[in-house]
């Protein structure tokens, strides 16, 4: 298992990311591989009609490995942990948390993705984009993040990406990582911690949700 930063040693809160050739201490290792008889034995049929109507072979390998690692997580947490999934090019990132976290959300793109002008200015107003510059943040980078905070919420029905506004961002260098911590603020007015990591290629970011009273502030 990787350690990723303080959300995950504050909250209890882990990320695994599962790739071909992953680093010794990723959690899972192995290649995405399709549905079998036994996974999909263990999954609802609304699931499984959602598996039927993926169309592409790749796509489908993430999908199936994301429910094996989903089902796994799910015995050792318990069934009221929050867990979200994220894939992209064969990578497959995981966040789980334990009870006391109320969502949590995983983004994961590859690194060199490029994103247009015009979706940067929709996602971003001149205070976040002035949050950004100042952490040295990539417009990539605060779109995993906000997809991230999007998908720790729970109520998030309805809401898009520019409905989570950045309200701090700082880059940490800790023992030859660099990452970036921030907070972001939700609908209703939550404040949702997250973290931009930089894993073999790729921009994983990591949002929780927390209890109003567990959350602090940095900075
Ligand atoms: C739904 C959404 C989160 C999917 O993101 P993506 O980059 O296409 O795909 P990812 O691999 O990162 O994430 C997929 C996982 O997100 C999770 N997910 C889907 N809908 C979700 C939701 N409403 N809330 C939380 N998690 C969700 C699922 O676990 C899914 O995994 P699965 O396909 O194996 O079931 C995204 O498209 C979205 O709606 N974002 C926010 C809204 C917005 O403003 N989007 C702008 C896009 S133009």
Not at 77 to 86: F, K, Q, T, V
Not at 130 to 150: N, V
Not at 162 to 167: A, G, N, Q, R
């Amino acid at each position: 298992m990787s350690d990723f930063g303080p959300i995950q040693r504050r909250w209890r809160a882990f990320i695994a990311a599962h790739a071909p050739g992953a680093r010794a201490e990723a959690l899972f290792s192995a290649e995405p591989r399709a549905a079998d008889e036994r996974l999909l034995s263990r999954l609802p049929p609304l699931r499984i009609s959602e598996y039927q109507r993926i169309s592409s072979e790749p796509r489908a390998r993430e999908w199936a490995e994301a429910r094996r690692l989903e089902l796994e997580l799910r015995e050792r947490l318990g069934a009221r942990a929050s867990l979200s999934i994220a894939h992209s090019q064969g990578v497959i990132a995981v966040g789980a948390t334990g009870e006391e976290i109320t969502g949590v959300g995983v983004d994961l793109e590859g690194a060199v993705r490029q994103l247009s002008e015009a979706t940067l200015s929709r996602l971003l107003d001149s205070e976040e984009a002035r949050l950004a510059k100042d952490a040295q943040a990539s417009g990539l980078e605060i779109w995993t993040l906000k997809e991230a905070a999007f998908k720790a919420t729970p109520d998030n029905t309805g809401t898009v990406l520019s409905s989570y506004l950045l309200k701090h961002l700082e880059q940490v260098n800790e023992a030859q990582t660099r990452y970036l911590q921030g907070n972001v603020q939700g609908p209703a007015g939550r404040t949702l911690p997250v973290e931009v990591h930089f894993w073999n290629g790729f921009i994983i970011s990591f949002a929780v949700c927390v209890r109003e009273h567990l959350v602090s502030t940095p900075g």
